[in-house]
């Protein structure tokens, strides 16, 4: 937040609160005992307020580029930076549904140390289980410093969107499925181009290339004729997948089903 600061704990306030009873039931009891137990107090929150940090904390998240698939690793980076030092920043990720830690964290969380000006890269191992887009994060920092005296309050940073492949692998049909004969091209083109396949032969005009002269034809007729082609194109394909009915349990109901066959 803008308006952030580094705040007192309730271990400043038991240190301050306690050392001030004893010494004051020191002189008023006339005990020097009371004076050598609340020494050891006053004299840490002092040591402690003296490095306390200034600067703000800062955290950000990041996720690797481009998509898995299901079932693969899903590494996500926490970065922790520090303009000073922090005794203690706990990092806390929020996952969303299949986005799993592999040791059964949930959420998966961190304590870590970091140094004055320093950025530690705080890695958690995620799986993603199930095909689709989803959003990891945000990442919650709790800071604390000058010996757990103060406290910086909770920073949250951005989140970051995820893809996931669905596993083509992971479709199984009782029915036999028809088998592609590997042949590319088995359909003409419609638009005139660079090509393999002939559409005729026409005069030659500016911008024609040499090497698509016709020389039979220009002999023949004493003018300059090329050979026309169909331009080589591909044809795209979309596939729409009724998903108003999802019957079954994910990640094997029959949307999962619907779409790894459509994957396949």
Same mark, same amino acid.
């Given at each position: ?7 007192p704990?309730?271990a400043l306030?038991r240190?301050?609160?306690?050392g001030a ?5 020191s002189?008023?009891?006339?005990r020097?005992?009371l004076?050598?137990?609340a020494a ?10 003296? +490095?306390?940090?200034? #600067?703000?904390?800062g955290v950000?998240? &990041?996720?690797?580029? =481009? @998509?898995?698939? !299901?079932? /693969?690793?899903?590494?996500?980076t926490v970065?922790?930076t520090g ?8 990092v ?7 986005? +799993?830690?592999?040791d #059964?964290?949930d959420?998966?969380?961190e &304590?870590?140390?970091v =140094? @004055?000006?320093? !950025?530690? /890269?705080?890695r ?5 289980l199930?095909?689709?887009?989803r959003?990891a ?9 000058a ?9 949250t940073?951005?989140? &970051?969107l995820?893809t ?9 049909a ?10 590319v ?5 419609r ?13 030659f ?5 040499l090497?698509?002269?016709?020389w039979?034809?220009t002999?023949?007729t004493?003018v300059?004729?090329v ?15 009724d ?6 349990t ?7 089903t619907g ?6």
């Amino acid at each position: 937040p803008a308006d952030g600061s580094w705040r007192p704990t309730a271990a400043l306030g038991r240190a301050v609160g306690i050392g001030a009873a004893l010494l004051v039931a020191s002189v008023l009891l006339r005990r020097a005992d009371l004076v050598v137990l609340a020494a050891p107090l006053l004299i840490g929150a002092a040591v402690g307020l003296a +490095r306390r940090p200034v #600067g703000p904390p800062g955290v950000r998240l &990041a996720v690797p580029p =481009g @998509a898995v698939l !299901e079932g /693969d690793p899903l590494p996500v980076t926490v970065t922790v930076t520090g303009t000073d030092e922090i005794d203690v920043a706990a990092v806390v990720l929020t996952v969303p549904p299949w986005l +799993r830690t592999d040791d #059964g964290r949930d959420p998966p969380a961190e &304590a870590l140390h970091v =140094g @004055a000006g320093e !950025e530690v /890269d705080v890695r958690v191992p995620l799986r993603s289980l199930r095909w689709g887009r989803r959003t990891a994060g945000p990442a919650t920092l709790h800071a604390t410093g000058a010996y757990g005296l103060l406290r910086w309050p909770a920073l949250t940073s951005g989140t &970051a969107l995820t893809t996931t492949w669905p596993l083509r692998e992971g479709f199984a049909a009782t029915d036999t499925v028809p088998r592609a004969e590997g042949l590319v091209g088995g359909h003409r083109s419609r638009r005139a181009g660079e090509g393999g396949d002939v559409a005729g032969v026409r005069p030659f005009v500016a911008g024609d290339r040499l090497r698509r002269v016709n020389w039979r034809v220009t002999g023949r007729t004493g003018v300059l004729h090329v050979t026309a082609t169909y331009s080589d194109r591909d044809t795209e394909v979309l596939l729409c997948l009724d998903s108003r009915q999802d019957l079954g349990t994910p990640p094997d109901s029959c949307l999962d089903t619907g779409v790894r066959a459509a994957a396949a």
